[in-house]
C-alpha cells in the first residue's frame, strides 16, 4: 500500500465511503509498513501481509491465502487488484464459497517477456472464479478478461477529489519556491514509480531536448521505487551524464501531489503500457497541458487536454509537441479542470456512492439476505 495508482485509487473510495457500513482491509504482499497504512487504520481498516507473489513462492502463497479465509470467514467480498494473479485468491475465494470475488484490470501490459508466459497462463483460468470484472478503462479490461466477456466488465473509473487539485497561483508559487524553482522557468512534470513501464530512460532523452530548446527549464520527478532503488539510482547517473543535474529535481513520494501540480506547468507520460493512469486525471483536474505516448489509452483524455505522440518519436518530436501545446494550451483557464474532469464522471464523492451501493446490494443478492452494515471487503 505504498502511493501507486491503484493503491491510490482504493484509498480515494476508502475515504469517501461510509465506513460504518463498508471498511477495506488489505491484503499485501510486502513484509514493510508502506506510505498509507497508518492512514487506513485510523479509518478502521486492518493488514494482513503475505509472502511476496513471485513464481517461486506461487505455491506457498496458494496455501497462505486458503489458510487466510478458511480463518476470516467474516470476509464475503474480496475485490483483487492484482491482474491476472487475481486468480490465485479468488480461486481459493470460489472454493471457499465467499459470495462475491471481484477482479480489477489496472494495466494493459504489451510485448512478450518471461513473465508474459504466466500472465496469459493465469488470465486465461481466471473467469472462472470471478462473479464481477471491474476495469478502469476498456483496453484494460479487454486485456485481462477477453474482448469476449466486454460485456461483463463494469468500468471503475479511477475517480479523485477534484477539488484539491483546483489550479491556485499562489499556491504555484509557493510550490515553486519550495523547490528552489526561479521565476519564469519552465517545468515538466512526471508523477509514476520508479518501474521500467514507466520509461524514465527516455523521459530523460525527452527532456534533455526540452531542456535544448528551452535552457530555463525543468523535470520534476515524482513517484519512489522498489527497496532498492536500482532503477532510480540509474536514472539519477544519465541524468548527471548529461549534465542535467542542476534541471531534473527527484522529489520523491510525496502526499501533496495535488500541490506540485500547481507548480508545474505541464505532465508528460510516455509509459510503455497503462491501463487508465490516477495520474492522468490528476493532472487534467490540475489544468495542465498532458502529453501521453500512444502506448497510453486515448480514453484517459478526459478534458480534451492532452495529445498523443508516437512512442518511436524522437525526442526532439516530444519535446517540439509538448512545448508548442504548453504555449497554446487548449484550456487557457487551468482553474476549469475540477469543473471538466467532474463532468467526465471522475469525481470521487458520486463513484464512491456507486460502489458502496453495489457491494451492499451485490453482497444481499447473493446471500439473498439484508446486511445494511458491518461488511467488509
Known amino acids: 500500500m505504498d502511493r501507486g495508482g491503484a493503491e491510490t485509487m482504493m484509498m480515494n473510495y476508502m475515504r469517501h465511503m461510509d465506513r460504518?457500513?463498508?471498511t477495506y482491509d488489505f491484503l499485501v504482499?510486502?513484509?514493510?509498513?508502506?506510505?498509507?497504512?497508518d492512514e487506513i487504520e485510523a479509518m478502521g481498516g486492518h493488514i494482513y501481509r503475505m509472502c511476496p507473489m513471485y513464481p517461486q513462492y506461487f505455491g506457498k502463497y496458494k496455501r497462505q491465502i486458503r489458510d487466510f479465509l478458511r480463518r476470516h470467514p467474516e470476509y464475503r467480498i474480496v475485490h483483487s487488484n492484482l491482474e491476472e494473479r487475481s486468480y490465485f485468491g479468488l480461486r481459493e475465494a470460489a472454493k471457499l464459497g465467499v459470495p462475491v470475488r471481484i477482479a480489477h484490470a489496472h494495466n494493459r501490459p504489451v510485448g512478450f517477456d518471461l513473465k508474459?508466459?504466466?500472465?496469459?497462463?493465469?488470465?486465461?483460468?481466471?473467469?472462472?472464479?470471478?462473479?464481477?470484472?471491474?476495469?478502469?478503462?476498456?483496453?484494460?479490461?479487454?486485456?485481462?478478461?477477453g474482448k469476449k466477456n466486454r460485456g461483463r466488465v463494469i468500468q471503475q473509473r479511477n475517480a479523485i477529489d477534484t477539488a484539491l487539485y483546483r489550479y491556485d497561483p499562489a499556491v504555484a508559487a509557493e510550490v515553486r519556491a519550495e523547490v528552489g524553482t526561479a521565476e519564469g522557468t519552465f517545468v515538466l512534470g512526471h508523477v509514476g514509480r520508479f518501474f521500467p513501464q514507466k520509461n524514465h530512460e527516455f523521459l530523460i532523452d525527452i527532456f534533455a531536448e526540452?531542456?535544448?530548446?528551452?535552457?530555463?527549464?525543468?523535470?520534476?520527478?515524482?513517484?519512489?521505487?522498489?527497496?532498492?532503488?536500482e532503477l532510480k539510482n540509474r536514472i539519477r547517473a544519465?541524468?548527471?551524464?548529461?549534465?542535467?543535474?542542476?534541471?531534473?529535481?527527484?522529489?520523491?513520494?510525496?502526499?501533496?501531489?495535488?500541490?506540485?501540480?500547481q507548480g508545474m506547468d505541464a505532465f508528460v507520460l510516455p509509459s510503455l503500457f497503462e491501463g487508465l493512469p490516477v495520474t492522468m486525471i490528476e493532472a487534467q483536474s490540475a489544468g495542465l497541458p498532458c502529453t501521453i505516448s500512444d502506448r497510453?489509452?486515448?480514453?484517459c483524455d478526459v478534458t480534451g487536454n492532452v495529445q498523443i505522440v508516437p512512442l518511436d518519436a524522437e525526442p526532439d518530436e516530444w519535446?517540439?509537441?509538448?512545448?508548442?501545446q504548453a504555449d497554446a494550451p487548449k484550456i487557457a483557464d487551468r482553474a476549469q479542470g475540477p469543473e471538466l474532469v467532474t463532468k467526465a464522471g471522475f469525481d470521487i464523492t458520486a463513484n464512491a456512492?456507486?460502489?458502496q451501493k453495489f457491494y451492499l446490494g451485490e453482497l444481499a443478492k447473493a446471500e439473498r439476505s439484508a446486511q445494511a452494515g458491518g461488511s467488509r471487503a
Request: glycine residues 8%; hydrophobic residues 40%; contains cysteine.
Open 29 to 37: 504482499n510486502r513484509d514493510y509498513r508502506a506510505a498509507y497504512e
Open 238 to 261: 544519465k541524468v548527471d551524464g548529461l549534465g542535467l543535474h542542476d534541471a531534473v529535481r527527484f522529489l520523491g513520494v510525496r502526499e501533496d501531489v495535488n500541490r506540485l501540480m
Open 319 to 324: 519535446a517540439k509537441r509538448i512545448l508548442a
Open 20 to 22: 460504518s457500513k463498508v
Open 116 to 145: 508474459s508466459i504466466f500472465r496469459e497462463y493465469f488470465r486465461f483460468r481466471l473467469p472462472k472464479y470471478v462473479t464481477h470484472m471491474f476495469a478502469c478503462g476498456e483496453e484494460a479490461g479487454d486485456w485481462l478478461f
Open 353 to 355: 456512492q456507486w460502489l
Open 210 to 229: 526540452v531542456h535544448r530548446q528551452r535552457p530555463s527549464s525543468e523535470l520534476w520527478l515524482v513517484g519512489g521505487g522498489e527497496l532498492n532503488d
Open 296 to 299: 497510453v489509452p486515448a480514453q
